[in-house]
């Protein structure tokens, strides 16, 4: 008999009643370090005391208004994000999937408004992850997530990750945009570059593609800058955001240019519960603490230390582990023993993880877990790989 959550998930066989920081607590008492942080969603942890105090003080006041009128928790939200970025406007949404389709849109409407309306296709990237939505599933096009929903929303184009002929080749004039994570997530957290996103900028520049940047996992301060792509010192056309922007509420954003965005005027899109007062004001108080002066420093210290205490832990454990990738606190263990065994050893050690494609370990604390949780959180991961080991023999 189906159960009455529909079954898409593989859930792990416990629940959790309250979170602490870095820490979870199951339903049956169990102290859990939490290196999965909702999948880079609990950016500042679980219970922060500044988010706690927003959503409390907001949700008195009001919660949902529409669209339909102003609503200055939003405006204040949206001036902050484009003082610290590239961006001249955002549109809010309630997840990455949804900032996708936004993007997807925002990329046609604007070469249909440039009177160049053949000009729809989306140059897209092997293991690339976009969302669930029917235009986030043909985006990506892997087999597991497209199987048996065709037909599939048409104008995608797919290419080897990090292959730059091949990319060049690929544009022609009906291409609209490159859409591209700088840092592959479910993906396997795979870097792409600085090099190779400087030479995307570089085709978009010389064919007038617009860059699309996914940073709905890497963004929000978890590659140690507030968005990935300074890294390489460029900037997109069109951001998606989603994920650490809510810390744990649901928020997204499709930042973009005033040129890139110029297609998009009243009554082209629209969402009743995006940019929502609960979810604006929640994101500002996000937003504020992860672009505060030593926030970001902060993280790349942790980052460093983490890195050096997994590089140790990748050496003394050989056969499990290949090495050691990411950028910032987005970290991947790439594995040699099934990356699976490794969660299900570590729910045994008391540490979660995130399994990721290419058989890689995610590692995605909170931005602000203390040094003694990264130290803890390499104790229960050696310990987890000595039991991989043992069952190994
Ligand atoms: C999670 C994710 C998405 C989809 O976000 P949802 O909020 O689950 O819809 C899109 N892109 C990337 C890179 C992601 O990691």
């Known amino acids: 008999m189906i159960p009455s959550v529909l079954p898409t998930y593989s859930r792990a066989p416990f629940a959790f009643e309250h979170g602490e920081g870095s820490w979870l607590v199951t339903t049956d008492g169990r102290r859990m370090l939490d290196l999965g942080a909702g999948i880079a969603v609990n950016a500042l942890g679980h219970a922060h005391p500044a988010l706690v105090r927003t959503i409390s003080d907001q949700a008195a006041k009001l919660w949902h208004v529409s669209n339909l009128y102003q609503i200055p928790e939003q405006e204040a939200l949206a001036d902050k994000l484009v003082e610290l970025t590239f961006a001249d406007t955002v549109f809010f949404t309630n997840s990455g999937t949804e900032s996708c389709e936004l993007a997807v849109k925002m990329a046609r409407k604007y070469w249909y408004d440039k009177g160049q309306p053949e000009r729809?296709?989306?140059?897209?990237?092997?293991?690339?992850?976009?969302?669930?939505?029917?235009?986030?599933i043909a985006a990506a096009g892997a087999e597991k997530m497209v199987k048996g929903f065709g037909p599939l929303l048409p104008g995608f184009v797919h290419l080897p990750f990090g292959d730059h002929e091949a990319l060049q080749a690929a544009v022609t004039p009906?291409?609209?945009?490159?859409?591209?994570?700088?840092?592959?997530?479910?993906?396997?957290?795979?870097?792409?570059?600085?090099?190779?996103?400087?030479?995307?900028?570089?085709i978009c520049d010389a064919s007038g593609t617009l860059l699309i940047l996914d940073e709905v996992q890497c963004g929000m301060g978890r590659t140690g800058r507030l968005f990935a792509h300074e890294w390489a010192g460029i900037t997109?056309?069109?951001?998606?955001?989603?994920?650490?922007?809510?810390?744990?509420?649901?928020?997204?954003?499709?930042l973009a240019t005033e040129d890139a965005a110029s297609?998009?005027?009243?009554?082209?899109?629209?969402?009743?519960?995006?940019?929502?007062?609960?979810?604006?004001?929640?994101?500002?108080?996000?937003?504020?603490?992860?672009?505060?002066?030593?926030?970001?420093?902060?993280?790349?210290?942790?980052?460093?230390?983490?890195?050096?205490?997994?590089?140790s832990l990748v050496a003394a454990h050989p056969t499990v582990f290949d090495s050691v990738r990411g950028t910032g606190l987005l970290l991947g263990l790439k594995c040699r023993a099934p990356a699976a065994d490794l969660v299900k050893a570590g729910f045994d050690e008391e540490v979660l993880t995130v399994p990721a494609a290419d058989n890689v370990l995610r590692l995605l604390p909170a931005l602000n877990i203390p040094d003694e949780d990264i130290a803890e959180a390499v104790a229960r991961l050696d310990r987890a790989a000595a039991r991989v080991e043992a069952a190994a023999g």
């Open 236 to 254: 997109p056309d069109i951001m998606m955001v989603a994920k650490g922007i809510g810390g744990g509420f649901p928020l997204g954003a499709v």
């Open 174 to 202: 009906n291409t609209a945009a490159i859409l591209v994570e700088p840092i592959q997530g479910e993906g396997g957290i795979r870097v792409l570059p600085d090099a190779c996103l400087k030479g995307m900028r570089d």
């Open 120 to 136: 729809t296709d989306i140059i897209t990237f092997d293991g690339s992850f976009h969302g669930r939505s029917a235009a986030a």
């Open 263 to 311: 297609g998009m005027v009243a009554g082209t899109h629209g969402s009743t519960y995006g940019g929502n007062p609960l979810g604006c004001a929640i994101g500002k108080t996000v937003t504020d603490l992860v672009s505060a002066p030593d926030f970001l420093e902060e993280v790349n210290r942790k980052a460093g230390l983490f890195r050096q205490k997994l590089e």
